[in-house]
C-alpha cells in the first residue's frame, strides 16, 4: 500500500461503474480501500451484486464492499435499465456469481466515515452515482469532507445538456439535494466530470470493439455484460454541431481516471457550483458560478479537455 493512491469508490453499480472499478483496479498505482454502493442505476441490492461480481472477474474479492442508500433523500428514483439492463450489468446472470452474504455488515455510510477518519488527509473519494451515501457522511460528521484529500465526482452538466430531464444529468437529477449537500458544503478539492465533459470525449465504437475482444478473462466479462448495450448509441448536439455523433461514452471512467492519473484532463473551468432544486424545468442542473456571485470559498475544478490517449491507455489497461 505504501506509495500508492488511496481510493474509496462509491457508485450504483451499472456497466461504466463496472467500467471505471476496473480501471482502478488495473491501475498499478492504485490502492482501493473499499467500494460503497448506492441506488441509482439499479437497486440497491442489484448494485451491490454487480460490485460483487466485478470483483470476482477482476479476482479481488478481497476488497471490501459496504451496502448503502436505497433511494435519494426524499426517497425518490430514476430507471436507467433501458443502457445498464434491469439488473444493471446487461442482464446476463451468472450462477456463479458471488450473494449478498458477502457484503460487509456495516453500514456505507459509517464506513465511509469510518475509512477516511482511518486515513485523513490521504484518500481520494471517487464517486460514481447519485451522491445520496456522500451527502449523508457529511451530515453524520460535519468534518468529513476537511478529511479527505479530494473528491471526483461524475455527475453534473456545465451547459445545461440533460440526458434523463431537460436540464438533468441522471446522478444529480436523481438525488439534488444530495448533489447540493455536496457541492455547496464540501471544502477539499473537488474534480466534476460533467455529462458534457463525457461527451466530447467519447470514444469510437471501432475502439469498443477492439478493447471487448482483447481476449482475456476480464475482456470476455467485459464483452459479456456490454452486449445489451454494445449497438446502444450515445447521442449528443449541442450548439457547436447541427449533426447528430454516436460514439462509445463510458461516464464513469474519466471521474475515475482523473482520480488515477490528473494530467489526463488538461483544462479545467475552476469556479464554484452549486445545484437548482426548484426549476421546473431545472431541478438537477448544475449552475456554474463563472461571476463568483454566490461569494463561495471554495471553488470546484470542472473538467474541460482531456488527453484522449492517455484515457485510451488507462481503458485498454483496464482489461489485461
Known sequence: ??????????????????????????????????????????????????????????????????????????????????????????????????????????????????????HTGQISLVALGPLTNVAMASKMDPTFSTKLKDLYVMGGNMEAVGNVTVCGEFNFATDPEAASIVLNQFSCPTYIATWEYTLRHQLPWKFFEEWVNLGTEKACFMKTITRHSGKYKTVMQNEAESHLESAFNSCDSYAMATAIDASVVTEYIRCSVSVELQGLLTRGMMVLDSQNLLGKENHAFVMKKCDIEKFKRLMMAALQ
Open 1 to 118: 500500500m505504501a506509495g500508492k493512491k488511496l481510493l474509496l469508490v462509491d457508485c450504483d453499480c451499472g456497466l461504466d461503474d463496472a467500467q471505471a472499478l476496473m480501471m482502478a483496479l488495473g491501475a498499478p498505482n492504485v490502492h482501493v480501500l473499499g467500494i460503497t454502493c448506492c441506488h441509482g442505476n439499479t437497486s440497491l441490492d442489484n448494485a451491490c451484486r454487480n460490485v460483487l461480481r466485478v470483483l470476482k472477474a477482476c479476482k479481488r474479492t478481497e476488497i471490501p464492499v459496504f451496502r448503502g442508500t436505497s433511494s435519494s433523500l426524499l426517497g425518490q428514483c430514476l430507471d436507467s435499465s433501458a443502457y445498464h439492463g434491469k439488473d444493471g450489468l446487461g442482464d446476463v446472470p451468472d450462477p456463479s456469481a458471488p450473494g449478498l452474504e458477502h457484503l460487509q455488515s456495516e453500514h456505507a455510510v459509517n464506513a465511509m466515515v469510518r475509512i477516511v477518519t482511518e
